[in-house]
Every structure is written in structure tokens, then in C-alpha cells.
């Protein structure tokens, strides 16, 4: 998993409450269990028009947000079905970090696994930080997970609340699979033992 220190990229505003895993990543998508690809589906049903073109008025289509890798969004983000594709896609496009007053428990713990970054504010912050995501080629952030602060374009600073021990996973790219290997010499050890101890087994 790449790690996550400190990203300064375009950050894209996404003023919708509620926004599913069904909008994130429609079903169609999720018979591949590749991470990979998923990319050009991420919010297809609003980034596209039923004949396939490009719908310009979805943010992520505007020569300003093409190339996001910060979502600003509103309450709820990742509510509905528990789908581990919804984070492979923003990770496939480019998104390493999600912004919202709120997010939904499973969306929000597979972010983490999967190198996203996704962080919690209060309603008045989120209101600047959108207020900065509207600003089109300048909607510059900095997100800082070791200091946990968020840095506008302007200055500003927002501070954020993270759990030390997911702070700890995405600053050093540690997933379920990282972490266990992080104790490979003591499961080495442990087995040269019982192989010893045990030998006919």
C-alpha cells in the first residue's frame, strides 16, 4: 500500500449529502475483484450521459478538476452497500483523500486499507474548505497527516482529529497484509520452534 505523508493537489468540490457507494462505483462495475481499472467508472452515472459522452457539468469532466486527488463532499459520504470497490475506484482515478463532516463506517475503515486518506470536520470547516475547492485551477490543498492539519490556498489552517494507530498504517503504507509481515522474524522464529519441538509434525 503507497504511504500517505503529506499530499498538495487540486481538490475537487462535491457539495451532494448522501453520496452512496452505488454513485461512487455503479454495480455494473464490481464484477472484477482487481483493484485496478475501476478508475473510469468512479461516478460514472454523473460524470456520463446515456449515449457514453462526457457530461461537462459533473466537476470531475471540468479542465480544473481532472486531475483531482482531494474530494471536498458533504454529510454521508460512502453510506449504502458495503462495497471495498468504492475506494478502489477513487484510489484507480487519482483520489488519495476524501473530505466530509461524516462518513459511513465501512466506506470509512476501507479507506484506510486501501490508502485513502478520509478525514472528518466540523460543518464551519467544511464550509471554507469548499469555499477553496470552488476556486477552479487555484483549489490548491495540503493535506499534512502528520501534523494533521489541511492548508488552503490562502493560508488558512484546518486542524483534524486521526486515530493514532491508522495514522500510524498510512504513514508507513501499512495494510491487514503489511502489518502482519512487520512480524515476519518473530513468525519465523516461532515456526523454526515448533519445528524443532515438533518435528514429525
Not at 473510469?40 to 459522452?53: C, H, I, P, T, W
Not at 486531475?67 to 470497490?85: K, M, P, T, W, Y
Request: glycine share 8%; aromatic share 8%.
Amino acid at each position: 500500500m503507497d504511504k500517505f505523508v503529506k499530499l498538495t493537489g487540486v481538490a475537487a468540490p462535491l457539495p451532494i449529502m448522501n453520496v452512496d457507494t452505488d454513485m461512487i462505483i455503479p454495480k455494473q462495475y464490481l464484477k472484477t475483484i482487481a483493484r485496478t481499472g475501476l478508475g473510469k467508472g468512479l461516478f460514472a452515472e454523473m460524470r456520463f450521459r446515456e449515449d457514453g459522452s462526457e457530461n461537462p457539468d459533473f466537476v470531475l469532466n471540468q479542465p480544473a478538476y481532472r486531475s483531482a486527488q482531494i474530494l471536498v463532499a458533504e454529510d454521508n459520504f460512502g453510506c449504502g452497500s458495503s462495497r471495498e470497490h468504492a475506494p478502489w475506484a477513487l484510489a484507480d482515478f487519482g483520489i488519495r483523500c476524501v473530505i466530509s463532516t461524516s462518513f459511513a463506517d465501512i466506506f470509512y475503515n476501507n479507506c484506510f486499507k486501501n490508502g485513502l486518506l478520509p478525514i472528518v470536520v466540523s460543518k464551519e470547516d467544511l464550509a471554507k474548505l469548499m469555499d477553496d475547492a470552488e476556486r477552479g485551477a487555484n483549489a490548491t490543498l495540503t493535506v499534512d497527516l502528520e501534523a494533521q492539519e489541511i492548508r488552503g490556498p490562502d493560508g488558512g489552517v484546518v486542524k483534524f482529529d486521526m486515530d493514532p494507530f491508522r495514522k500510524h498504517c498510512l504513514l508507513n503504507g501499512l495494510d491487514d497484509i503489511g502489518l502482519t509481515m512487520v512480524k515476519a522474524p518473530a513468525i519465523d522464529e516461532f515456526e523454526a520452534r515448533a519445528k524443532a519441538a515438533r518435528p514429525w509434525a
